[in-house]
T-cell receptor, first 114, second 115 residues
Framework: KNQVEQSPQSLIILEGKNCTLQ??????????LRWYKQDTGRGPVSLTI?????NTKSNGRYTATLDADTKQSSLHITASQLSDSASYIC?????????????FGKGTTLSVSS | DGGITQSPKYLFRKEGQNVTLSCEQN?????MYWYRQDPGQGLRLIYY???????QKGDIAEGYSVSREKKESFPLTVTSAQKNPTAFYLC??????????????FGPGTRLTVL
């Protein structure tokens, strides 16, 4: 069964600290992996998209890594800010499937406190 | 100002009523999608449309209906047959539903509550 598991479920960190969110998937075959940021009550916004051949991709203070062999991805946030408080969703895409290709994780809720 | 808009932001429905959620995009995208998000759950696909006048059921289509009469618009109707409609509804669009590296852009969402 195609699944995307994220950990931890929730995380609280102090402003300025770094953190790493984890994503394990059992999706096969695999096309690409995406990380989205979703603020409370808003729609998700894309942070990174990686194909199976990419190991790392950065977007400002956000760095995503991918190990296609172990089927693990991580999202590292550097020097956290209060505005980083949000849910972070890992999404894995199946290839060649129109419309139904995305498998969503349940998300990690990050709270950054001052 | 390009993007996806959803209205209303909040919607209240009495049991037995049908309600329609609006989704409009001016990104010139061919594909549009409707997802449902429940607390502690991943997004689930309700319906998607690859082209005008065509749409396909997703994983949880029962109790919902859609239309795609214009490229820009993809309204979702939550019917009285949907047993548990209280949720956060997200509309998305992408250039083409068939491309693997196809980024989906999401609207701001509509929160539906059944009274």
């Amino acid at each position: 069964k195609n699944q995307v598991e994220q950990s931890p479920q929730s995380l609280i960190i102090l402003e300025g600290k770094n953190c790493t969110l984890q994503c394990n998937y059992t999706v096969s075959p695999f096309s690409n992996l995406r990380w989205y940021k979703q603020d409370t009550g808003r729609g998700p916004v894309s942070l990174t998209i990686m194909t199976f051949s990419e190991n790392t991709k950065s977007n400002g203070r956000y760095t995503a890594t991918l190990d296609a062999d172990t089927k693990q991805s991580s999202l590292h946030i550097t020097a956290s800010q209060l505005s980083d408080s949000a849910s972070y969703i890992c999404v894995v895409s199946l290839p060649n499937q129109a419309g139904t290709a995305l498998i969503f994780g349940k998300g990690t809720t990050l709270s950054v406190s001052s | 100002d390009g993007g996806i808009t959803q209205s209303p932001k909040y919607l209240f429905r009495k049991e037995g009523q049908n309600v329609t959620l609006s989704c409009e995009q001016n990104l010139n995208h061919d594909a549009m999608y409707w997802y449902r998000q429940d607390p502690g759950q991943g997004l689930r696909l309700i319906y998607y449309s690859q082209i005008v006048n065509d749409f396909q059921k997703g994983d949880i289509a029962e109790g919902y209906s859609v239309s795609r009469e214009k490229k820009e618009s993809f309204p979702l109707t939550v019917t009285s047959a949907q047993k548990n409609p209280t949720a956060f509804y997200l509309c998305a669009s992408s250039i083409d539903a068939g491309l693997d590296y196809n980024e989906q852009f999401f609207g701001p969402g509509t929160r539906l509550t059944v009274l």
